[in-house]
């Protein structure tokens, strides 16, 4: 059975989806996405994506297509019709076809496309062994908060990681590191405080960062919020990474340098089968 995607208001099989080669996302990247995460079929965190989706979308000016009751409907009918149990959904909006012209144009409908992906998410062999990353320069354009598609600098940064053999590249900017790839940057330092690089223009605010420092606030664990350096990354107790297509996931090298004893530590742990407990209880 082929798979079930969406594209501008209509549900159709992979193989017949298609987009005008005028669409501005494909000529310009003029356009926004989201990913949200799917465990036991519930789509987890779901509205602050969707909530991060409307303020992408309002910071280039593209008027949101769907309010979010109407984006879970659709986000629900892909799930249930794609028959996914874990996995993840993805949208996106580009700004809609045109000839081909930087301004915006005037008139245009924006284009919507969604799909499903199936991925193990509760049992993940490298949450168990723990990720390796390595560090690269930061080549990203000055609003990284928004979530654009425009991800040319990550996927240059994603490749130069699978050409390492490991699962992720840090970047860093001025010795500092950003984020992930795809993902939130965090260390754990000796006196067991969970530290991860506070939110600006520099870095994606990011949906399951947040509801991580949450659970480790309401569990009585020190947060702290600041950048940190690559060195200090490399002393620190423990490593990790979150995301909506890794939940937390634990890091034990950085560059080849073990961090901590070289295996997933007992904070990261703690803080994954937290989110996992939250994605328990989401209601369906």
Known sequence: MSRIVFVNGSFVPY???SIPIMDR???FADGIYEVSAVIDGKLIDNEAHLARLERSLGEISIKNPYTTAQWIELEKELIKRNNVREGLVYM???RGVAERDFAFPKGVEPTVVMFTQEKAMRASSAAEAGAAVITVEDLRWKRRDIKSVALLAQVLAKQAAAEAGVAEAWMVEDGKVTEGGSSTSFIITRDGTIVTRQLSNA??????????MRLAEEAQLRVEERAFSVEEAKAAAEAFLTSATSLVMPVVTIDGHPVGDGKPGPLVKRLRELYLAMADATPA
């Open 15 to 17: 193989e017949e989806a």
């Open 25 to 27: 996302g494909f000529l």
């Open 92 to 94: 996106q909006v580009t």
């Open 203 to 212: 870095l994606l605010p990011g949906i399951t960062r947040k509801t991580v």
